[in-house]
């Protein structure tokens, strides 16, 4: 299995069902100028699937808050 590491999301899409993520890596940040970034890899999930992972990634970030990992900023009020 390959572990493939990216910095952020540049990308997302919805085509006939499928969600199809684009994942990129910083490469070079240089003063005043805007950051290098390149391609990581590619997802594709179909909607269950996303949703599914969704729901997996909101547990994780739940436990983190509650393991004092993470904390939750509150929104400014208006």
């Given at each position: ?65 509650a393991d004092g ?10």
């Amino acid at each position: 299995m390959q572990t493939i590491f990216a910095d952020g999301v540049a990308n997302m899409s919805l085509i006939d069902g499928v969600v199809r993520i684009d994942l990129v890596n910083v490469t070079s940040i240089e003063k005043d100028k805007d950051p290098n970034i390149q391609l990581a890899g590619r997802l594709a999930f179909s909607l269950p699937a996303l949703i599914r992972t969704h729901d997996q990634l909101t547990k994780m970030i739940d436990k983190m808050v509650a393991d004092g990992i993470l904390t939750r900023n509150t929104p400014p009020s208006n």
